[in-house]
């Protein structure tokens, strides 16, 4: 079992930061691709921000050059950094990981984090 908790969310005005973590825990060989979605009201969930295990990232065009991901390994956390956020950022926000446990690998989700971007 593995299980991912997100803190970080919370009310910004327009132009101003949050950083959002996600921490994995439990019984986990390995972690492979983490990531962030987001899914506001009345829209589908949406990727967001992707990290492999190699560091490599890739996100959404709606967020480049705002936003950026990053991991600790030591710590089976991903990061959220996101700067110079709109209203259109409002939403809330889920971490899943792509983690090995000794009963077989597959992807899980935390709980979300609200996210208000509002003057």
Do not use: H
Request: net charge positive; charged share 15%; proline share 3%.
């Amino acid at each position: 079992q593995v299980q991912l908790v997100e803190s970080g969310g919370g009310l910004v005005q327009p132009g101003g930061s949050l950083r959002l973590s996600c921490a994995a825990s439990g019984n986990i060989v390995s972690i492979y691709a983490m990531g962030w979605y987001r899914q506001a009201p009345g829209k589908e969930r949406e990727l967001v921000a992707v990290i492999t295990s190699g560091t490599t990232t890739n996100y959404v065009d709606s967020v480049k050059g705002r936003f950026t991901i990053s991991r600790s390994n030591a710590k089976n956390t991903v990061y959220l950094q996101m700067n110079s956020l709109k209203p259109e950022d409002t939403a809330v926000y889920y971490c899943n990981a792509d983690c090995r446990t000794v009963a077989g690998r597959r992807v899980w989700w935390g709980q979300g984090t609200q996210v208000t971007v509002s003057s």
